[in-house]
T-cell receptor, first 114, second 115 residues
């Protein structure tokens, strides 16, 4: 079982619509989760972090965390062409020596159609 | 901008060669992590350095090695390059290693092509 899974294929949404992305994680101990946006050929850019059950809103982005079901989601409201990118879900994994590493899903590509 | 810089931006090497990639962490961040991202995949953790010591390692062979310097710059060295080493190499800096909400900020990456 993969540590973080993002199974949806490319998502096409009309401009102005809501894009919804989901992610599941396998380790019930994980406490901290992140969404990164990655434009083609660029590096990941942090857009949201979430640590507690429920919703967290930041501008047009809302992250949702459900620890009982072990899933994290990201909603993008009023989608804009500039939101066209790959979105990576990540969870902090605790290492043997007390270090943290990020475990990533493979990402979901979002295409916003004008 | 995250304040994390990497050099070079692109690099082409031949199989069997050695390569050194460099990273400068965000000011005040004493932890650097390195990731490898193959095309179409999420980043994979290579290792982390904290206060100049290796502080955790992923499932990568010993030919991947690193250094961190007192000024919080760091290096990733890869020996005996293989074709599968072609990828985007990312460094990420964070303020406190091991903090429950440790947030890692990525540099722009180095794209390595091995021929």
């Amino acid at each position: 079982q993969k540590e973080v899974e993002q199974n949806s294929g490319p998502l096409s949404v009309p401009e102005g619509a809501i894009a919804s992305l989901n992610c599941t994680y396998s380790d019930r101990v994980s406490q901290s989760f992140f969404w990164y946006r990655q434009y083609s050929g660029k590096s990941p850019e942090l857009i949201m972090s979430i640590y507690s059950n429920g919703d967290k809103e930041d501008g047009r982005f809302t992250a949702q965390l459900n620890k009982a079901s072990q899933y994290v989601s990201l909603l993008i409201r009023d989608s804009q062409p500039s939101d066209s990118a790959t979105y990576l879900c990540a969870a902090i994994k605790r290492g043997t020596y007390g270090n943290n590493r990020l475990a990533f899903g493979k990402g979901n590509q979002v295409v916003v159609i004008p | 901008e995250t304040g994390v810089t990497q050099s070079p931006t692109h690099l082409i090497k031949t199989r069997g060669q050695q390569v050194t990639l460099r990273c400068s962490s965000q000011s005040g961040h004493n932890t650097v992590s390195w990731y490898q991202q193959a095309l179409g995949q999420g980043p994979q953790f290579i290792f982390q350095y904290y206060r100049e010591e290796e502080n955790g390692r992923g499932n990568f062979p010993p030919r991947f090695s690193g250094l961190q310097f007192p000024n919080y710059s760091s290096e990733l060295n890869v020996n005996a390059l293989e074709l599968d080493d072609s990828a985007l190499y990312l460094c990420a800096s964070s303020e406190i290693a091991g903090a429950p909400r440790e947030t890692q900020y990525f540099g722009p990456g180095t794209r390595l092509l091995v021929l």
